[in-house]
């Protein structure tokens, strides 16, 4: 049985930190990266009403700090890829669906001897830059020994 309430506590902490950074400068980018609402349900939900195993949830919400302080630093990315996806969106009192291009950057680095994934998302040629994942890769201890931790599909929409 899970404590819920630990749960909970660590949830409330996690957005309330979250909340506060709102955005960071990215030298990469060269832009600010908004950290957004969307971004901290897609730390809790795979996709739209399918939650995240909850040690998943937690493990992502432990390394938040780490992802505001890769953003900070990083110059270069690991990873790019940009897919066309489809938007429900009201044109004119009526919901329509369009499609925009969705651009995916990659952050990868080992802080504090934990290797982190931060993507950050952009949809549309206009769209603002902002959080959309911390993808926890792997565990490193001071021996050197690797731990493999399998939470990560490969697919940018979903991690």
Same mark, same amino acid.
Request: hydrophobic content about 35%.
């Given at each position: ?5 630990? +749960? ?28 957004? %609402?969307? &971004? ?10 399918? #939650? ?17 302080? $890769?953003? #900070?630093?990083? @110059?270069?990315?690991? #990873? ?6 489809? =938007?429900?969106? !009201?044109? =004119?009192?009526?919901?329509?669906? @369009? ?9 990868? %680095? ?18 603002? $830059? ?12 001071? +021996? ?8 990560? !599909? &490969?697919?940018?929409? #979903?991690?």
């Amino acid at each position: 049985m899970e404590d819920n309430s630990n +749960y909970e506590k660590l949830r409330e902490d996690a957005l309330r930190y979250y909340n506060e950074i709102n955005h960071v400068y990215s030298p990469l980018l060269q832009d600010n990266i908004r950290f957004s %609402a969307e &971004g901290f349900n897609h730390i809790i939900f795979r996709r739209a009403r399918t #939650e995240r195993d909850r040690s998943s949830q937690i493990m992502r919400m432990k390394l938040l700090p780490l992802a505001k302080n $890769l953003v #900070e630093v990083a @110059t270069t990315y690991q #990873e790019f890829e940009e897919t066309l996806q489809e =938007f429900e969106v !009201k044109h =004119f009192k009526k919901r329509v669906v @369009t499609t925009k291009p969705v651009y995916y950057w990659g952050l990868i %680095a080992i802080i504090d001897g934990r290797k982190i994934k931060v993507i950050i998302r952009k949809v549309g040629e206009n769209g603002t $830059l902002h959080f959309w994942s911390i993808v926890p890769a792997w565990m490193t201890n001071k +021996y050197r020994d690797t731990r493999f931790v399998a939470t990560m !599909k &490969g697919n940018p929409e #979903e991690d």
